[in-house]
């Protein structure tokens, strides 16, 4: 079993269209969480953390529940520059290590 | 924000030679640097930790004779594939962790390719 697992995707939606992705982690003792933007051929970059409270930051919220161990990214309002992979990403407290999800991508259409 | 390099940015060697890869954290100090590996429409795939003044982590499967990592400074980790081949053709990425827990700078990535 994979570390962290996100579905693939491809997710092709309009413009305006809300889309929810989502992620599951297999190591309890976790404690940082994660979205990160990736876009063709670049490096990764933060998109926000992730906490149990929930966390938004505009059209962008994520989730986190510790007892299913699953985290949650909700794009409301798609834009055409959303279009990109988003990884999940799990941050091992004792090593600093980022454990990466496969990523999911967005394509979203005019 | 801080700002961690990499170069090159692009390299093609022929199969059998040997590739370094510097990655530097610009505007501060990183005891500790992360390599990545991504493979097309996979996932990063941590290779090592590379850590200031001692020999570098490897994670299972990687192959430390062959991905040689030295971190000779407090801004300087390099990576060198040795005796490349082209089943090593891939993203390299390396990264330096901020101060806090969610900081984490990547570098901009070098793209190997091995013919």
């Known amino acids: 079993r994979k570390e962290v697992e996100q579905d693939p995707g491809p997710f092709n939606v309009p413009e305006g269209a809300t889309v929810a992705f989502n992620c599951t982690y297999s190591n309890s003792a976790s404690q940082s969480f994660f979205w990160y933007r990736q876009d063709c051929r670049k490096e990764p970059k933060l998109l926000m953390s992730?906490?149990?409270s929930g966390n938004e930051d505009g059209r962008f919220t994520a989730q986190l529940n510790r007892a299913s161990q699953y985290i949650s990214l909700l794009i409301r309002d798609s834009k055409l520059s959303d279009s990109a992979t988003y990884l999940c990403?799990?941050?091992?407290?004792?090593?600093?290590?980022?454990?990466f999800g496969q990523g999911t991508t967005l394509q979203v259409k005019p | 924000g801080a700002v961690v390099s990499q170069h090159p940015s692009r390299v093609i060697c022929k199969s059998g030679t040997s590739v370094k890869i510097e990655c530097r954290s610009l505007?501060?100090?990183?005891?500790?640097m992360f390599w990545y590996r991504q493979f097309p429409k996979q996932s990063l795939m941590l290779m090592a930790t590379?850590?200031?003044?001692?020999?570098?982590?490897?994670e299972q499967g990687v192959e430390k004779d062959k991905f040689l990592i030295n971190h000779a400074s407090l801004t300087l980790s390099t990576l060198t594939v040795t005796s490349a081949h082209p089943e090593d053709s891939s993203f390299y990425i390396c990264?330096?962790?901020?101060?806090?827990?969610?900081?984490?700078?990547f570098g901009p990535g070098t793209r190997l390719t091995v013919t």
């Open positions: 590379s850590n200031e003044g001692s020999k570098a982590t490897y």
């Open positions: 990403v799990v941050k091992e407290s004792n090593t600093g290590k980022l454990i």
């Open positions: 992730v906490y149990s």
């Open positions: 990264s330096a962790p901020g101060a806090s827990s969610y900081e984490q700078y």
């Open positions: 505007d501060f100090q990183a005891t500790t």
